[in-house]
T-cell receptor, first 113, second 116 residues
Framework: TQLLEQSPQFLSIQEGENLTVYCNSS?????LQWYRQEPGEGPVLLVT?????EVKKLKRLTFQFGDARKDSSLHITAAQPGDTGLYLC?????????????FGGGTRLMVKP | ETGVTQTPRHLVMGMTNKKSLKCEQH?????MYWYKQSAKKPLELMFV???????ENNSVPSRFSPECPNSSHLFLHLHTLQPEDSALYLC???????????????FGAGTRLSVL
């Protein structure tokens, strides 16, 4: 069992559709980060959320941290082919483990033109 | 360009070979990490170095040997690997002590390793 469960694992949608991916845990994290990884590249940070209930927007992407800091969601509006990639959530500060991050299994998104 | 450079990008090696992966960060960070990413598993943390000292060894087999000569460079020495070690090996760096939102890790592009 993973500490951070992401769902769905795979998602294939048409350009212009909206989607939400989830990152859930029974553990409390001091911060939650979302990364996007494209084929042949390493993960690139999209956002960090640190306050329960916090909402951050990055153009068409909306990130929310759960009130209890155990879960997070990523909503994409009007998805574009350039959004295709592996989306990873990562929790920080579990068990006061300093700079360590716990990664979820990822959601692989494909946006078809 | 994330400021973290990994070489080589691709590596094919036999089970009896010895090779090394290199990571260099140009961000002035004080912590560096090795991760393993394979197709069916989440990112697996292998090693952590803070201020050049190894602070985490996540039950990694001894055929993987890390080396951190200074805070900007990190190596992963490989010997007598197994085919199941084939994966993408990612290096990351961060600035320790950055507060709750400070453990942001910056990743290199990875080394795609195939063990034959």
């Amino acid at each position: 069992t993973q500490l951070l469960e992401q769902s769905p694992q795979f998602l294939s949608i048409q350009e212009g559709e909206n989607l939400t991916v989830y990152c859930n845990s029974s553990s409390v994290f001091s911060s939650l980060q979302w990364y996007r990884q494209e084929p042949g590249e390493g993960p690139v940070l999209l956002v960090t959320v640190v306050t329960g209930g916090e909402v951050k927007k990055l153009k068409r992407l909306t990130f929310q941290f759960g009130d209890a800091r155990k879960d997070s969601s990523l909503h994409i509006t009007a998805a574009q082919p350039g959004d295709t990639g592996l989306y990873l959530c990562a929790g920080g500060g579990l068990n006061n483990a300093g700079n360590m991050l716990t990664f979820g299994g990822g959601t692989r998104l494909m946006v078809k033109p | 360009e994330t400021g973290v450079t990994q070489t080589p990008r691709h590596l094919v090696m036999g089970m009896t070979n010895k090779k090394s992966l290199k990571c260099e960060q140009h961000l002035g960070h004080n912590a560096m990490y090795w991760y393993k990413q394979s197709a069916k598993k989440p990112l697996e943390l292998m090693f952590v170095y803070n201020f050049k000292e190894q602070t985490e060894n996540n039950s990694v087999p001894s055929r993987f040997s890390p080396e951190c000569p200074n805070s900007s460079h990190l190596f992963l020495h490989l010997h007598t690997l197994q085919p199941e070690d084939s994966a993408l090996y990612l290096c990351a760096s961060s600035q320790e002590g950055g507060g709750r939102g400070g453990n942001i890790q910056y990743f290199g592009a990875g080394t795609r390793l195939s063990v034959l």
